[in-house]
């Protein structure tokens, strides 16, 4: 996740792709949390795929999204979407505001 974000800030889409489409292939045989791979989709540019991994991990009650959507740098691509700004919205966590520039 973070190996996705790092080439997504160095601009190296490709290497960012190939690094989530290594994640994605793993969470085939292996657990994976959706909150890791939220991240990972976003700086992949996959932003459909970053929105439903996050609605996975509300449903799935992943406790690492909860920490990551907040405040995570990882996840600054996915929080200027309306579509998670709502999803986290309705997990009514203390401080936060659903404006992208205005999250805790």
Same mark, same amino acid.
């Given at each position: 996740?973070?190996?996705?974000?790092?080439?997504?800030?160095?601009?190296?889409?490709?290497?960012?792709?190939?690094?989530?489409? /290594?994640?994605?292939? #793993?969470?085939? #045989?292996?657990?994976?949390?959706?909150?890791?791979?939220?991240?990972?989709?976003?700086?992949?540019?996959?932003?459909? #795929?970053?929105?439903?991994?996050?609605?996975?991990?509300?449903?799935? #009650?992943?406790? &690492?999204?909860?920490?990551?959507?907040?405040?995570?740098? /990882?996840?600054?691509?996915? *929080?200027?979407?309306?579509?998670? &700004? /709502?999803?986290?919205? *309705? &997990?009514? &966590?203390?401080?936060?505001?659903?404006?992208?520039?205005?999250?805790?």
């Amino acid at each position: 996740m973070t190996l996705a974000s790092i080439y997504a800030a160095w601009d190296k889409p490709d290497n960012a792709r190939a690094v989530y489409r /290594e994640m994605e292939g #793993r969470s085939a #045989r292996d657990y994976i949390q959706p909150a890791a791979l939220t991240a990972a989709a976003a700086a992949a540019g996959e932003m459909e #795929r970053a929105i439903g991994f996050a609605q996975q991990a509300v449903d799935d #009650r992943d406790p &690492l999204f909860v920490m990551m959507a907040r405040s995570w740098p /990882e996840y600054d691509r996915v *929080r200027t979407d309306a579509r998670f &700004l /709502e999803i986290v919205g *309705r &997990l009514d &966590l203390p401080g936060w505001n659903t404006s992208a520039t205005d999250t805790v």
